[in-house]
C-alpha cells in the first residue's frame, strides 16, 4: 500500500500545490479570477493560489480513484445549491474548472488518459507518481 494513503489529506494536497507551482504547464487562466467553482456556490474563490490546490485535490483523486473522468470529478467537487426556502439539492461543480485542469496535468505529463476494463478515464503516470512519493519523501 502506498504511503500517500496514510498522510493526512489537507496536509498532502498544500504541499502538493505548493509544488505544482514549480510546474510551468500548470497555470491559472486569466477567467479563473472571477469564475466560482460550481453553481452551488456564490462567490469566486477567494485564495489566490486555489488554482494549484484545486489541481494538487484532482491531481490526488485520479491516483486514488483513476481511472476517473470529469462527470466523476464534477460530482466530488459539487456541493448543496442554497434555493431559499425551497429545499437544498446537490448541484455538480464546474466542468470547465475541471477539465482545464486536467488538461494541464497531462500536457505536465503527470495524467494520462487510460482504459482499464470497462472504465475509461485519466491515471496518474509514473512520473506523477514520483511527483506524489517525492512530496509523501518516499525515496524509490
Known amino acids: 500500500m502506498s504511503k500517500i494513503f496514510t498522510v493526512e489529506a489537507n496536509e498532502f494536497i498544500h504541499k502538493l500545490s505548493e509544488e505544482l507551482k514549480n510546474v510551468k504547464e500548470i497555470q491559472a487562466p486569466e477567467w479563473s479570477k472571477y469564475c466560482r467553482t460550481g453553481v452551488h456556490k456564490e462567490r469566486p474563490p477567494e485564495q489566490d493560489d486555489w488554482w494549484h490546490i484545486r489541481a494538487a485535490a484532482i491531481l490526488r483523486s485520479v491516483f486514488r480513484l483513476g481511472p476517473i473522468g470529469t462527470e466523476k470529478l464534477r460530482t466530488k467537487y459539487g456541493g448543496r445549491k442554497n434555493r431559499g426556502v425551497k ?16 488538461q494541464q496535468l497531462e500536457t505536465a505529463k503527470l495524467i494520462k488518459q487510460a482504459e482499464v476494463g470497462t472504465h475509461k478515464g485519466r491515471v496518474v503516470t509514473k512520473e506523477g507518481k514520483e511527483l506524489l512519493n517525492k512530496v509523501v519523501g518516499v525515496k524509490e
Open 87 to 102: 429545499p437544498e439539492h446537490h448541484k455538480k461543480g464546474s466542468g470547465s474548472v475541471i477539465r482545464k485542469i486536467l
